[in-house]
């Protein structure tokens, strides 16, 4: 039997593990899953409640290691993991996305000489003053199978002299839990709730340090939302960073009503309201993908995107952190401008059959009856 401890951290990470924990069963007898929660989110809306809809059993191992300095923060993690890892001896370490928890874990990991997976592998934004940039090259320096969601991954990786035969193209897994969980999603009563229909608000969600850390940037922002919010309803689910932020700056109550602010929402809630939304404008990584699968047009508040296929090939608009450039791009889009996209290349709802199949191979040589089966 072997074993395997996917890790999770931070809210992005757990829609990606979610299908692999799935699929692993398939391989029960010859493999067994783990997970471990590393604690780097902990809020019941930022981690709990993503456990419940994910369906995903309660970590095997919670190491409990909250907020702090990027320093702190990944020290911890790698303190607490060594001990997991020295204990339970697993085969395979499989990290997901870019987060603080998944360097700190694929080093660990690789210094006590244990296989390395990352999956979401080759994504670059060649923005070094992102931290997950930073997270992201790291860790695919040292990992042992890399899994790419799109092909701009595939050359990156080469480029960087990685060997093409750690590398697999297999799509995307939280395409994947997006997929499977669309009946659900459908079902959700958040636009009754906050009082929406269908394609008539703007969905907006802020947490990059870089556009709500300053007093400057996040008035300027928020001084453009309430321009907008005159056009269109909003509809601003604030990131625990950003709330702390706002009331830092005393932004807070310069908000007016016609912007619904909520809390951080469940996955089931949220993707409904990226589902439903005439527009989405956004500094976050993974609803880029997200509105591009759904095909909902998405204005990304970045410089750049480590995700370029959702340009290339989807529905997102890449339109740089000036203010007035973003309200320029949303009053175009309200205006009827709206860029129509496809689906990425094998964005299909199988990646983590593919990545599961892969794995099995790996480390049962073949000899796991899902593998013999092609499953
Ligand atoms: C982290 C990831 C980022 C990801 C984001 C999604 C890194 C470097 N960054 O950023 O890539 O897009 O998660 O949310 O790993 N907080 C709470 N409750 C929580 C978690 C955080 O209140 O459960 C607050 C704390 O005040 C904390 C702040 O949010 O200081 C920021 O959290 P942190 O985990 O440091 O980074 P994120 O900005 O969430």
Redesign the pocket.
């Known amino acids: 039997m072997k074993k395997i401890i996917s890790v999770v ?4 990470n757990f829609m990606k593990v979610a299908p692999l924990y799935r699929e692993f069963q398939k391989y029960a007898g010859h493999i067994h899953h783990l997970i471990c929660h590393t604690g ?4 019941e809306k ?2 709990k409640i993503f456990f419940e809809e994910l369906e995903l059993p309660r970590p095997d191992f919670y190491l409990g290691i909250g ?2 300095t ?1 320093a702190g ?1 990944i020290a911890g993690v790698m303190v607490a993991f060594e001990k997991v890892l020295l204990e339970e001896e697993p085969d395979l370490v499989i990290v997901v ?6 360097i700190a874990c694929s080093l660990v990991a690789s210094r006590l000489g244990i296989k390395v997976a990352h999956v979401e592998a080759g994504l670059r934004s060649f923005d070094r003053t992102m ?2 940039e930073v ?1 992201r090259i790291l860790t695919d320096a040292i990992a042992d199978y890399l899994f790419v969601t799109e092909e701009s991954g595939m050359t990156n990786l080469i480029h960087e002299g990685i060997s093409s035969d750690k590398v697999f193209f297999v799509g995307n897994v939280m395409i994947d839990s997006l997929i499977h969980y669309l009946p659900v999603i459908n079902r959700s009563a958040i636009l009754q709730t906050l009082g929406c229909d269908p394609k008539d608000y703007i969905l907006v969600t802020l ?3 870089a556009n709500v850390d300053t007093e400057e940037g996040l008035k300027d922002l928020v001084g453009m939302l309430i321009r907008l919010s005159g056009r269109k309803k909003i509809v601003f689910p604030v ?3 950003t709330k ?1 932020n706002l009331e830092k700056f005393d932004l807070l109550k310069k908000i007016p009503e016609e912007i619904i602010l909520t809390s951080p929402l469940g996955y089931i809630d949220f993707v409904c309201l990226i589902e439903n939304a005439f527009l989405i404008v956004t500094d ?2 993974g609803i880029q993908e997200e509105s591009t699968y759904l095909r909902v047009p998405c204005i990304t508040v970045r410089d750049n995107t480590e995700r370029p296929v959702t340009v290339s090939t989807g529905t997102n608009i890449l339109i740089g952190t000036d203010t007035k450039k973003v309200e320029s791009a949303v009053v175009e889009v309200l205006g009827g401008r709206i860029k129509q996209g496809q689906i990425p290349e094998l964005w299909d709802g199988h990646a983590a059959e593919r990545i599961c199949r892969i794995i099995a191979n790996k480390l049962c040589a073949g000899k796991t009856p899902a593998a013999e089966e092609g499953v």
């Not at 780097?40 to 809020?43: A, L, M, V």
């Open positions: 951290g931070a809210r992005p780097q989110h902990y809020d930022m981690s907020s702090g990027h923060q996305g870019d987060v603080n928890s998944t931290p997950e997270n947490h990059r340090p990131h625990p960073r702390n976050s990584g």
